[in-house]
């Protein structure tokens, strides 16, 4: 799998749509609810993504049939990300605010990723950063309700839900991502790219690391 940690199959793909913790909300938001369907575009959008052969980085020796579906997912992340936009963050629940920014990080991460001008890639890289530290500020947020002395059920099974999908992991491997992406720019890789890179992947935990290794990545790998 290219990213390891968005293996379609795996139980903890963005599963708090079906996650028994998740399931106590009485009313309807309609800022979450677009997130929701962003979700299930964007979950295309990877099947797609991991469908074309990366084995050349900055995709120069596509085939046909690839360079097809890479305008596609290209076009398709461009129009996620601006769905994104129109959602007030204020309007969200904390959970969603989450997702959203984990959801624009990784979208900048493709667009990035695919870039064939070297200034795209690298406002798009350092866009991607900030979005993703806005989502593990999030994940802060999450963690601190469910350890006041007070907290309630919810928000105990709402950082238990953060802990089982990784998302602190995931967050750290999309920043990796950036940093690579950015040090590969100009084609080549210095000691202090790869330092960077290594320490951002580093802060995510051993298990994880074991199921998703830095090979599954093409701009980690290199």
Known sequence: VLLGYVNLKDRNF?????????????????????????????????????????????????KPQDKVILLQ???????????????????????????????????????????PEQENRTR??????????IALQYIGEIRNNARAPNASKHAIALFQWVQDEYYEDILHSIIAWFYA??????????????????????KTSFDYRQKYPLKNNPSLRH
């Open 14 to 62: 963005l599963t708090y749509l079906k996650h028994e913790r998740m399931a106590n909300y009485q009313t309807i938001n309609p800022a979450n609810e677009a997130i929701k369907q962003i979700w299930g575009d964007l979950k295309d959008l990877r099947s797609n993504y991991e469908d074309i052969d990366h084995s050349d980085y900055l995709y120069r020796k596509l």
């Open 73 to 115: 997912v290209r076009e398709k992340s461009r129009s996620l990300l601006t769905r994104l936009e129109t959602i007030n963050t204020d309007d969200l629940s904390v959970e969603f605010k989450l997702l959203k920014f984990h959801f624009r990080s990784y979208l900048e991460a493709v667009l990035a990723q695919t870039d």
């Open 124 to 133: 798009l890289s350092r866009e991607g950063v900030n979005d993703a530290v």
């Open 181 to 202: 992406i950015e040090a590969l720019v100009d084609g080549t890789v210095s000691s202090d790219d790869s330092t960077q890179v290594l320490q951002e992947y580093n």
